[in-house]
């Protein structure tokens, strides 16, 4: 009765299209989860995921749920999550994913999760990790365990959107390190992040966690930048 009643005087919009959302729908519209871009990356062994960090990063399995287009549904829903304080659309995302990764061999050895962790001064600002919800729905759905410690920011670095891919991989190769002990070594570790544009971040963050002896990388992110 609350829910209806609040939905009646602040009306829920669909992170997706800004439609009013029905009683039953949450974070995206009916429309927008029929329309949305998907890669079925979980599905092709040699996605396109796996082909940008190709020569890269030794990767175990990498994919992406979404495609992202510049002004389509996938790029409002990030723009909603990150600066508009709409959290649900991560966990949303989250349980989304991890619907379709159950069961797959790919990731069934991995021993956590670990986001790509932003700067004490962004956290800040933002007043949240913008994948925590998505990586935290992963981890209780796939029971792998979820470490948002292990990998730290040491640089706060400004948007890198507009630089080249040479210019964001010299800036950011120097941000990234790991605290890890012994427990960590021969862990297999899932690097989760919103977008994948370059690749450069999470190539730097696996090459940070890279350092600890013996650790395997695999990559999940909500989407992909697409042309």
Not at 73 to 85: A, F, R, T
Not at 171 to 200: A, M, R, Y
């Amino acid at each position: 009765m609350w829910n209806h009643l609040l939905n009646l005087f602040f009306p829920r919009a669909c992170s997706g299209c800004q439609a009013f959302l029905l009683a039953d729908e949450k974070v995206l519209c009916t429309v927008c989860r029929h329309e949305i871009p998907l890669t079925n990356h979980h599905l092709i062994k040699q996605n396109e995921v796996m082909q940008k960090f190709y020569g890269r990063i030794p990767l175990e399995f990498g994919a992406a749920l979404f495609y992202f287009h510049k002004k389509g549904i996938v790029q409002e829903m990030i723009h909603q999550l990150k600066y508009k304080g709409q959290e649900a659309v991560s966990e949303t995302v989250g349980n989304w994913y991890a619907s379709e990764l159950k069961g797959l061999e790919s990731i069934k050895n991995i021993d956590y999760i670990i986001p790509v962790p932003l700067h004490k001064k962004r956290l800040r600002e933002r007043g949240y990790n913008q994948v925590e919800g998505f990586g935290k729905a992963l981890s209780a759905q796939l029971n792998i365990a979820y470490n948002d410690q292990l990998l730290y920011r040491k640089l706060h670095t400004k948007t890198q959107t507009k630089k080249d891919l040479l210019g964001r991989a010299d800036v950011i190769s120097t941000v990234f390190d790991v605290h890890f002990s012994e427990l960590h070594h021969g862990k297999h570790f899932l690097l989760i992040d919103d977008v994948i544009t370059t690749g450069s971040t999470l190539e730097a963050c696996s090459r940070a966690l890279l350092k600890i002896p013996d650790a395997k990388i695999s990559i999940v992110c909500m989407a992909m930048a697409h042309s």
